[in-house]
């Protein structure tokens, strides 16, 4: 197995107006969504960020525009990196979700703007059952991707999974909660009949793995990346790990023509986004 990492991480991060890029998942989701408006951010590419189905509200990723008064006509948006939210305000540094349905029409409304998404309810874990992290992705999404955090492989399954009530679903719903996590359970809860793989639109996308800086077995890792690409048809494998200057970002891809060149290390040199 042979990888190349581009330079820089966020090349394949669509720059034209009228891009819906959509994250959902687990693990990491929250810190790959921070790295992508940073990259946009120092770009200068107009961004709208909003959520869907998070299930309560949320903090803004920048000056707050309120989608009621979009509709309307009604404000000057600001320039770069925007919040649409579904309230009539927001309130205390929070802001209320939008509907999948508005996130698509943002792309009329800010033509000139990359609409950036989170779909469905944070698990607090770095795994979780499909059903934990569902919610309705923009029938425009253009880019989709899938976070999950591989720091949980080799942890118990209780304590890295987030389980649906009293009838857990999905393809690890039947492991104990003692149960050691392997790569080959990530790569049925990702890519399985009923993985977390399923919830995604049909879109070009990309897999996020976060918690690398709690992993140390990086042959598995790349096996499991290696796997996920010819099995499950991810073309791009995204890594995150935590450092203490920021969060560091790769983007690894198959190149027959790489060979071992980078060590098979995702925490080589890479962009930190603060």
């Known amino acids: 197995m042979s990888f190349g990492f581009a330079q820089p991480w966020h090349l394949f991060l669509p720059r034209e107006g009228g891009h819906l890029v959509a994250i959902g998942g687990c693990g990491g989701r929250e810190d ?14 107009a961004v709208a960020v909003a959520t869907i189905g998070a299930g309560g509200a949320s903090a803004p990723r920048g000056p707050t525009v309120a989608w009621s008064d979009l509709v309307a006509g009604k404000p000057m948006v600001p320039a770069g990196v925007v919040h649409v939210h579904g309230g009539d305000e927001a309130e205390a540094g929070q802001v209320a979700d939008i509907t999948a ?41 253009s880019l989709a991707l899938l976070a999950v955090g591989v720091g949980a492989v080799g942890g118990p399954a209780g304590r890295n999974i987030a389980r649906s009530g009293a009838a857990p679903s999905g393809p690890l719903a039947d492991l104990p909660a003692h149960a050691v996590l392997t790569w080959d359970h990530l790569a049925e809860l990702v890519g399985g009949e009923r993985g977390l793989g399923t919830l995604l639109p049909t879109a070009p996308r990309v897999l996020a793995l976060a918690g690398l800086e709690d992993q140390d077995d990086s042959i598995g890792l790349f096996a499991f990346c290696d796997r996920m690409m010819a099995e499950a048809a991810w073309p791009l494998v ?20 790489a060979g071992d060149a980078d060590g098979g290390n995702p925490d080589g040199p890479a962009g930190v986004c603060p």
């Open 238 to 257: 995204v890594f995150g790990t935590r450092t203490d200057a920021g969060f560091a970002v790769r983007t690894a891809y198959r190149d027959a023509a």
């Open 32 to 45: 790959f969504l921070s790295a992508m408006v940073a990259v946009y951010r120092d770009e200068g590419v």
């Open 101 to 141: 349905e508005q996130a698509d029409e943002l792309g009329r409304l800010l033509p000139d703007h990359v609409v950036l998404v989170t779909v469905g309810p944070e698990a607090g874990r770095p795994l979780a059952d499909p059903a934990v992290v569902a919610g309705s992705w923009p029938a425009r999404t």
